[in-house]
Structures are given as C-alpha cells and as structure tokens.
C-alpha cells in the first residue's frame, strides 16, 4: 500500500511506502480526516483532485511538479506489485521445496517447539505457508532442519 498526503506548507502530495494516508488541511496543519487506508490508483487520483481545490488559485501547481508525482505513483505502485510477485514465487519456491521432502525422513521442530521426526507423507500450503505432514504433526518447511532419504540415514 502507499501512503499519500497533502504537505501543508508547500501544498503538494506526498506518496510513500505505507498503509494509511492522511489529508492535511493547508490552512490548518492537523490531520483533516483520520487515516485511510489506500492503495489504489483510484484513490491517489481522488486525493490528487483534493489537492487541486485546495491549492492556492493565485499560486497554482506547478505542471512538472504534478507530473512527477504521477510518475512518483506509478513506481510505487509497480514496486508493490513487484514486491507482491516475489512473495508469491517465494510462496511457490517454498512449496516445491516441501514437496521434495515427500518420502524423506526429517527432524523438525512443531509450533509448540517439540520435535518432531519421520517420513514426510505430504506438502500443502497453510495459510499461504509450505508446510510437511509427518504423521499427523504440521512442520512448517523453515522449522526442518534434517532431511535424511531414510531415518537410518543411507
């Protein structure tokens, strides 16, 4: 998500990196509205027109300055799906990762912090985590940290 907001002393919008976005009064410093969460290029556009009737008709925006700011938007906002496209080849890394281990025997640590050991039986996605089932206990794929092809190790 991307923050947006409205620099009171200078009037221009502020993008950056977060969850909420606040809308500053130019003429009063404090909050107008309370923080929102946005994210989408809908939102920038409805927070850039707020923008447009709040500035200073005798010391309107600067054409370059409002053209950078989209420029700033659109890569944030190609960031953030870059971003969510790592996380989701992670996602997948992870499960064929696990999937390997189908028919290995492992050692791991459950989510109480018990070991756990023996042969995988299978891989799914929990909660969009890789997880392996070893009987009937959930390893999550970065809590194994043995993986033998049978328990005597040959």
Do not use: C, H, W
């Not at 985590?129 to 206990?137: K, M, P, R, S, Y």
Request: hydrophobic share 40%; proline share 3%.
């Amino acid at each position: 998500m991307l923050t947006y907001g409205i620099d009171s002393g200078a009037g221009s919008l502020l993008a950056s990196a977060g969850k909420t976005a606040s809308v500053v009064d130019p003429a009063n410093p404090q909050i107008a509205d309370g923080p929102k969460e946005i994210g989408t290029q809908q939102d920038f556009l409805l927070l850039l027109i707020e923008q447009i009737k709040a500035q200073d008709p005798f010391n309107p925006m600067d054409s370059t300055e409002f053209t950078n700011q989209l420029v700033a938007f659109t890569q944030l906002e190609q960031v953030i799906t870059l971003n969510g496209n790592i996380a989701d080849m992670k996602q997948n890394q992870d499960m064929a990762a696990a999937s390997q281990l189908v028919g290995k025997y492992v050692e791991g640590l459950d989510a109480n912090g018990a070991i756990v050991t023996g042969v995988v039986d299978s891989a799914e996605r929990i909660d969009g985590e890789a997880t392996v089932l070893v009987g009937d206990q959930i390893l999550m794929l970065g809590q194994v940290y043995t993986v033998r092809d049978s328990e005597k190790g040959a």
